[in-house]
């Protein structure tokens, strides 16, 4: 079928964004508190265009969206408004194992009734706007979505390029115009080497305009606005669709990409264990009968204030899983990041029965709930889960964990999963088995976000608990299955494994909180026990170490969002500190109540969280040194203990010292000095 995709980002340029013109017809929708306006256009042509202000200024002067889609044979484009509704939505949502017990969704919602059984949802809330489209028509095939926005003079942007690029596989100016040409085109080969990421990269900010339009960006995405304020861009009931991709087209321009649909794929890639995309179609998803599409999220703010906003999980689907009795989240001793190496004992450290349980029982010691077999309890490169390495007495293993009240969580490569995954299922929970780390799927096509929805669910019918790996970043799956507890989709701990001197980790750490979090909570793996300050860290497989200082690492705990959190580094060395690792074992990671205390993308954050009556405060920098002051007050009392870990005087040329000290008496104020790369952990409470 030959086809036309039109370049609607070129025709969105003269569109008003404010009121109806002639020819066009406006539906604004403002958030319930008034700042934030949405201006919805639609012209005579079926193009639909919004702008945002908040408080007055603009935010997003045009965006254009739109379908290119396929039913009864035809290729449908025109999006002609037939009716509109509006509502209000107000309600108290429970948000178990997340960073705070109930959340609050409020927001005025505005639904365009077009033809061909299409509408499209848009919410206004006061913490950023969102749209959707929703299908109710027969079967077809979406070609394409147009996502486009043009930005302001001074906007700019932190973005994360996808990471797989050959600048030698690409042509001159003439690319940027290559989404002229439909997926069908020999075109869309251009970016397939993008398609396929672990979504795990370090950002880059630089005015947007100078983003490079070969490369893919995936989410999400922050945008400094000429206003002041931040917009994070992200996603959200992402299944049975393609993700999204940011690109910049030109002059500005941002539009979305996403990847074809897979006609073929083969087993291949890391030790057999994914499906490696070999031809695509020319469409880039299936719809069925009726459908939700994923949402498109802006959300609006300051730095705080997007570090802090939950439109991620508001806005996926609801949970799924009625009995989440079942469903714990808490800390894992992790043997991979530290190779296995623990000393003292006398037996030869690995991949091996007496291994295991010398991880378990450090885990019974100290409260630890989790155990994890990362790759290598499964026989190599055969991508079979039933097949366990003679080294190994899984059986046993869990019935040890199990009567020191530890539980077992297997590593899995995506396609030894997916080729049986009921029966995987099944087996491992009837053992005792309580979840699988799920790895390098690293795509997230139409096919894969599938596999993510039917794991989640296959995983929720036998009672096991998920975490993604090589993974996208969180889209509402773990609001519709609340067993999925963590992903990664960051540039965790691991990369100081391998990472090269030039990388910057403590600006890094500082960026996430405000971007890659804002989307949910991310598989890190912190917790190193060996600590470099500036200049004298070096990339070590066997026995890694961290940049930045032991507390650094320690405020991660609380920084970060992660209902299941790894313990990095060897039992030996965490033995060697064993007030330092009980302290580290006893923070929660789920929450009654979090806040940003301050903050800034790029350079530092404090942040508190409640569990009960105790809060926990950590704060991290980049390497830049700080002296910052933490009001108490602000917590609603004046706590008269105070347990406190902070850098020590020479964290700044060795990066594991650090002091702890208790205060029993009533402290109203913290008064912190942050070495370079440094970092604080406090917990607080009132008798």
Excluded at 112 to 137: N, P, Q, T
Excluded at 204 to 214: A, E, K, S
Excluded at 541 to 569: F, K
Excluded at 570 to 594: H, L, M, Q, R
């Amino acid at each position: 079928m030959k086809r036309i995709v039109l370049l609607w980002v070129v025709l969105a340029m003269a569109v008003p964004t404010k009121a109806g013109g002639r020819g066009y017809t406006a539906y604004d929708l403002a958030s319930p508190n008034g700042r934030l306006v949405m201006y919805v256009t639609a012209d005579t042509n079926g193009m639909i265009y919004y702008g945002v202000d908040y408080d007055g200024k603009q935010m997003l002067s045009i965006v254009s969206i739109g379908l290119d889609y396929e039913q009864d044979g035809r290729i449908m484009h025109r999006m002609t408004v037939k009716k509109v509704t509006r509502c209000t939505i107000n309600e108290t949502i429970v948000s178990p194992f997340t960073r705070q017990a109930t959340m609050r969704n409020h927001c005025n919602e505005m639904t365009l009734k077009l033809k061909e059984g299409l509408s499209i949802v848009f919410r206004a809330y006061d913490e950023g706007v969102a749209y959707r489209y929703k299908w109710e028509g027969k079967p077809g095939k979406v070609y394409n979505e147009v996502f486009s926005f043009t930005s302001m003079e001074d906007d700019t942007a932190t973005v994360a390029y996808v990471s797989h690029f050959d600048s030698t596989a690409f042509g001159d100016s003439a690319f940027v115009l290559c989404n002229a040409w439909s997926p069908k085109s020999e075109k869309w080969k251009w970016f397939e080497p993008q398609y396929s990421s672990s979504f795990e990269n370090q950002y880059v900010t630089q005015p947007l305009r100078n983003l490079d339009p070969r490369r893919l960006c995936f989410l999400p995405a922050l945008i400094r606005c000429q206003n002041g304020m931040k917009m994070c861009i992200t996603e959200s009931a992402l299944t049975d669709y393609p993700g999204m991709y940011l690109r910049h087209f030109v002059d500005g321009i941002l539009e979305c990409k996403h990847a074809p649909q897979p006609r073929r794929v083969e087993q291949g890639g890391h030790n057999n264990l994914q499906l490696l995309v070999r031809e695509r179609e020319d469409y880039i998803a299936e719809m069925d009968k009726t459908k939700h599409f994923p949402w498109r999220i802006m959300m609006v703010g300051s730095d705080k204030e997007i570090a802090m906003n939950n439109m991620s999980y508001l806005l996926g689907e609801p949970s799924q899983v009625e009995d989440i009795s079942w469903i714990q989240p808490g800390k894992v001793a992790w043997d991979w990041w530290n190779n296995w190496n623990i000393g003292g004992v006398n037996f030869k450290a690995g991949i091996n029965n007496d291994t295991y349980k010398h991880y378990i029982d450090f885990a019974s010691k100290y409260g630890i709930e989790y155990v994890i077999l990362d790759e290598g309890w499964a026989v190599n490169k055969q991508a079979d889960l039933f097949q366990v390495v003679p080294e190994i007495d899984l059986p046993m293993l869990v019935n040890y964990a199990k009567e020191r009240n530890v539980g077992i969580i297997l590593w899995a490569g995506y396609y030894a999963f997916e080729r049986d995954m009921e029966h995987v299922c099944q087996h491992y929970s009837a053992m005792g088995v309580k979840g699988f780390k799920i790895d390098f799927m690293d795509r997230d096509d139409q096919q894969v976000t599938d596999f993510y929805r039917r794991a989640a669910e296959m995983c929720a019918k036998y009672h096991l608990v998920v975490d993604f790996h090589g993974a996208f970043k969180p889209a509402g799956l773990n609001r519709t299955y609340p067993n999925v507890l963590n992903f990664e989709g960051v540039f965790g701990l691991e990369q100081m494994k391998w990472a090269p001197t030039r990388v910057d980790q403590m600006r890094y750490d500082c960026e996430i909180p405000f971007i890659r979090q804002a989307a949910g909570p991310m598989d890190y793996t912190q917790g190193a026990m060996h600590n470099a300050a500036k200049g004298c860290y070096f990339p070590c497989w066997s026995e890694p170490m961290s940049q930045g200082t032991r507390c650094h690492q320690l405020a991660l705990y609380i920084v970060l969002e992660s209902p299941l959190n790894m313990l990095c580094d060897s039992p030996t060395n965490y033995e060697k500190e064993p007030g330092y690792t009980k302290f580290v074992a006893g923070i929660p990671t789920v929450w009654d109540e979090s806040r940003v205390l301050m903050g800034e993308v790029g350079e530092y954050i404090v942040t508190a969280r409640r569990k009960g009556n105790i809060w926990y405060v950590g704060g991290i920098t980049n390497w830049e040194a700080r002296d910052i002051d933490i009001d108490l007050t602000q917590l609603g009392f004046i706590p008269d203990l105070a347990e406190i870990l902070s850098d020590g005087a020479n964290a700044h040329r060795k990066g594991c010292d650090y002091i702890h000290e208790l205060a029993c008496e009533e402290v109203s104020e913290l008064h912190i000095h942050m070495a370079p790369g440094g970092g604080f952990a406090a917990k607080v409470t009132a008798e």
